[in-house]
């Protein structure tokens, strides 16, 4: 936890094994999240839980495989900056592989992948300000709906690029939406 008045957190970890959650952070300060992981995560919840409150900036993931029986990685930034999620092995979850979301602002938000598996969705991407939002995955991304944009303001403009297979199992492969 970071509270009101501290300013970075950053959490530096190889392999991540915990029966609630893998990782846990939560950042209240007026600086930038950091989560960084050279080893596997896996969580009984989410493997990564991440969330950046008002008054802070970036919120940054950098990690290898991440397992959760709820998300994999759940991340969301009301800060100031941008979100920015990036995984070099499998992202698995027992409801989403990658669930990203960006507050009001200019914020841009970030998604490199490998393959991920989510039981709704493998990638569900939402930004509510201006920025943009770009997906990239050089893995398989699979499920009900693979993967799902929300760009809920005018000009929020989307970027999917897409190296592999994107499966929606019961829905659509790609369910991209904007209030725009």
């Known amino acids: 936890y970071n509270i009101t008045g501290t300013t970075d957190l950053t959490i ?9 959650g893998g990782i846990f952070a939560l950042n209240n300060g007026s600086g930038t999240l950091s989560i960084t992981s050279s080893g596997t995560v896996v969580g009984g919840g989410n493997g990564i839980w991440a969330y950046n409150g008002n008054g802070t900036t970036d919120l940054t993931i950098n990690t290898a495989a991440v397992t959760g029986a709820y998300d994999g990685i759940q991340a969301e930034n009301y800060g100031s900056g941008n979100l920015s999620i990036s995984s070099s092995g499998a992202v698995v979850g027992g409801d989403r592989g990658v669930y990203a979301k960006n507050g009001t602002g200019t914020n841009n938000l970030t998604i490199n992948t490998a393959a991920v598996t989510g039981s709704t969705e493998g990638i ?55 209030d725009g």
């Not at 530096?12 to 094994?17: D, L, M, T």
């Open 12 to 20: 530096n970890a190889a392999a991540v094994r915990g029966a609630n």
């Open 124 to 178: 569900h991407a939402i930004n509510e300000g201006t920025g943009s939002i770009t997906i990239t995955h050089s893995g398989a991304v699979t499920g009900t709906t693979g993967i799902k944009v929300d760009g809920r303001t005018n000009n929020s403009p989307a970027t999917i690029n897409s190296y592999a297979p994107i499966t929606g199992t019961g829905g659509f492969a790609i369910d991209l939406r904007g």
